[in-house]
C-alpha cells in the first residue's frame, strides 16, 4: 500500500492508494493518479527487490547445499548365525561437495559400539585393521563392502536378522551426522530368492 503522502502532494485526503475512492474527488484526481502511477513503480522496485532477495536466498541455499551434505546409499548389515558376537555393515559414500570429507564414526541402533575397519592383506592373511577416519575425496565415493572396508559391529543386543532394517548413522566431521536405514541380509547380493515370478 502507497501513502499518498509520498506523493508529495498535500491536501489531498485520501489515506492509502489503491483502491481509489469512488467518486474520485476532483481535488484529489491528479494526485491519485501521480500516486497510483508512482505506486506501480514502487511495486516494480518492490518486485525487483523481492527478487534479488529471491536469488540471494536461493544461492545461499545452494552454496550450503554444495558446502556438506555426503550422501549414504546401499547400507546393509550382514546377518550372522545368532552365535556369533559381531558383525559387519556396509555402505557407500558419495563426496558430492566441494571439500574433503572424513568419516570419523558411525552408530547404529540396537548396537553398542562401531567401528570403522579396513581389511590388508599381511603375511598372506587378511587381516581387519581400525580406521580413525576416512577420507573421501571431492567428487568420490568410496564404498564400504566385503573384502575391503567395513563398519564393525560391536556389542550387539542381539544379531540382527535378515529382513529386519536398522537405523544406520554415519558420523562426518564438521558435517554432523548422516542416517539411513540399513537393510539386513546376508549376503552382499540382494537376496532374490523370495521373489520368483509365478
Ligand atoms: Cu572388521
Known amino acids: 500500500m502507497i501513502r499518498l503522502a509520498e506523493t508529495g502532494f498535500r491536501g489531498c485526503s485520501l489515506p492509502v492508494l489503491p483502491p481509489a475512492p469512488n467518486p474520485l474527488?476532483?481535488?484529489?484526481?491528479r494526485c491519485?493518479?501521480?500516486?497510483?502511477?508512482?505506486?506501480?513503480?514502487v511495486s516494480r522496485e518492490l518486485m525487483v527487490l523481492l527478487f534479488r532477495g529471491g536469488l540471494f536466498l536461493l544461492?545461499?541455499?545452494r552454496s550450503v547445499l554444495a558446502q556438506a551434505e555426503p550422501t549414504v546409499s546401499e547400507a546393509w548389515i550382514r546377518a550372522l548365525p545368532p552365535t556369533q558376537p559381531v558383525t559387519a555393515?556396509?555402505?557407500?559414500?558419495?563426496?558430492?561437495?566441494?571439500?574433503?570429507?572424513?568419516?570419523?564414526g558411525a552408530r547404529i541402533e540396537g548396537?553398542?559400539?562401531?567401528?570403522?575397519?579396513?581389511?590388508?592383506?599381511?603375511?598372506?592373511?587378511?587381516?581387519?585393521?581400525?580406521?580413525?577416519e576416512l577420507a573421501i575425496a571431492p567428487g568420490q565415493t568410496v564404498a564400504l563392502a566385503p573384502g575391503g572396508a567395513h563398519f564393525m559391529l560391536f556389542e550387539l543386543e542381539a544379531m540382527p536378522?535378515?529382513?529386519?532394517?536398522?537405523?544406520?548413522c554415519l558420523l562426518?566431521?564438521?558435517?554432523?551426522?548422516?542416517?539411513?536405514?540399513?537393510?539386513?541380509r546376508k549376503s552382499a547380493e540382494a537376496d532374490h530368492s523370495h521373489h520368483q515370478h509365478h
Not at 89 to 104: D, F, I, P, Q, R
Not at 117 to 128: A, C, Q
Not at 172 to 184: K, L, P, R
Request: glycine share 10%.
Open 25 to 29: 474527488p476532483r481535488s484529489c484526481q
Open 32 to 41: 491519485y493518479s501521480v500516486g497510483r502511477q508512482k505506486g506501480v513503480l
Open 59 to 61: 544461492l545461499l541455499l
Open 89 to 104: 555393515a556396509y555402505a557407500a559414500v558419495t563426496n558430492s561437495g566441494a571439500e574433503l570429507v572424513k568419516l570419523v
Open 111 to 132: 548396537v553398542g559400539r562401531v567401528e570403522i575397519h579396513t581389511t590388508r592383506e599381511v603375511d598372506g592373511l587378511m587381516r581387519m585393521q581400525q580406521l580413525q
Open 161 to 168: 536378522r535378515p529382513g529386519e532394517s536398522r537405523s544406520l
Open 172 to 184: 562426518f566431521e564438521g558435517a554432523g551426522e548422516q542416517c539411513v536405514t540399513a537393510t539386513v
